[in-house]
């Protein structure tokens, strides 16, 4: 990620590993995305207009209503069981 970061200046590439921080989104807004960046990632989709990816096939996303208001949970996906009961792991 240094090479990186010398290769591409002003995205911080050596400060954040690419994770979606908010300096590096201010980057993205700031300067576009450049080629290194996966156009799979959903704020690079977005800055080049590109609509958003569907989900993966049995990770849909659905709104389950609650007595504590919605949970979001992933269908196929042991995460929503323990969303609903509230259980960490």
């Given at each position: 990620?240094?090479?990186?970061?010398?290769?591409?200046?002003?995205?911080?590439?050596?400060?954040?590993k690419?994770?979606?921080?908010?300096?590096?989104?201010?980057?993205?807004?700031?300067?576009g995305?450049?080629?290194?960046?996966?156009?799979?990632?959903?704020?690079?989709?977005?800055i080049?207009?590109?609509?958003?990816?569907?989900?993966?096939p049995?990770?849909?996303?659905?709104?389950?209503?609650?007595?504590?208001?919605?949970?979001?949970?992933?269908?196929?996906?042991?995460?929503?069981?323990?969303a609903?009961?509230?259980?960490?792991?």
């Amino acid at each position: 990620m240094h090479n990186l970061d010398l290769q591409h200046p002003g995205y911080g590439f050596a400060k954040h590993k690419g994770y979606p921080v908010p300096e590096h989104i201010a980057a993205l807004k700031a300067l576009g995305a450049c080629s290194i960046h996966r156009r799979s990632f959903g704020p690079v989709r977005s800055i080049l207009g590109l609509p958003p990816l569907p989900p993966w096939p049995g990770r849909a996303v659905e709104i389950a209503g609650g007595s504590d208001g919605d949970v979001e949970q992933n269908v196929g996906d042991r995460t929503a069981a323990h969303a609903r009961n509230k259980t960490a792991y």
